[in-house]
């Protein structure tokens, strides 16, 4: 089945320090990917789409300079927090839509990377 | 604008009780439904969609059937179990390459 790998799992950093995030669709093309953010024991809230070869397209309220993303390959989408802070803490979750004609409209979740800032 | 209602949990239930979580949803069109299972500490799994109205989605005994009469998209399952006990997040989608609509979850504890 298709499955989307996050790295790494778990992060602690220091505050003003910059930490990447990487999603990969592992056996399939993901030409959008979706970079969601969780809130303890609260629901996804969609921070950006992220498609291969062009910019992201960022919610509102969801500071992009701030919140890097990049698309460089149909496998590959990377979210970079820049200048971390504690409020920045969270568990962030990628989804990737496969293309493929064999699962329209359906997306795989990565299994989340929980980011602590100190 | 698309949106999904979930009921307010927590859910606690007996193992083998019957289970249900409401869900409702608003939205132009017709979206695809879904429900997710999110284990403590784990990423979202797919448990089971549903593309059209009256479709039936079903998997490890949980059904839930696509209603456009009452735009909802209720989850049941018969008997649940010790290891049933995770978040549930009823969603929706519009279209192709837009991204998922949650609710809010709905966190389930099954006892002995």
């Known amino acids: 089945g298709a499955v989307v790998s996050q790295h790494p799992s778990r992060v602690i950093c220091k505050s003003g320090t910059s930490v990447k995030i990487e999603c990969r669709s592992l056996d399939f093309q993901a030409t959008t990917m979706f970079w969601y953010r969780q809130f303890p024991k609260q629901s996804l809230m969609l921070m950006a789409t992220s498609n291969e070869g062009s910019k992201a397209t960022y919610e509102q309220g969801v500071e992009k300079d701030k919140f890097l993303i990049n698309h460089a390959s149909l496998t590959l989408s990377t979210l970079t927090v820049t200048s971390a802070h504690p409020e920045d803490s969270s568990f962030y979750i990628c989804?990737?839509?496969?293309?493929?004609?064999?699962?329209?409209?359906?997306?795989?979740f990565g299994p989340g990377t929980r980011l602590t800032v100190l | 604008g698309n949106s999904v209602t979930q009921m307010e949990g927590p859910v606690t239930l007996s193992e083998e009780a019957f289970l249900t979580i409401n869900c409702t949803y608003t939205?132009?069109?017709?979206?695809?439904l879904f429900w997710y299972v999110q284990y403590p500490g784990e990423g979202l799994q797919l448990l089971l969609k549903a593309t059209k109205a009256d479709d039936k989605g079903s998997n490890k005994g949980f059904e839930a059937t696509y209603r456009k009469e009452t735009t909802s998209f209720h989850l049941e399952k018969g008997s649940v179990q010790v290891s049933d006990s995770a978040v549930y997040f009823c969603a929706l989608i519009y279209s192709p390459g837009y991204a998922l609509n949650f609710g809010k979850g709905t966190s389930l504890l099954v006892t002995p």
């Open positions: 989804s990737a839509r496969d293309t493929g004609t064999g699962t329209y409209n359906e997306q795989f």
């Open positions: 939205a132009t069109g017709y979206p695809s």
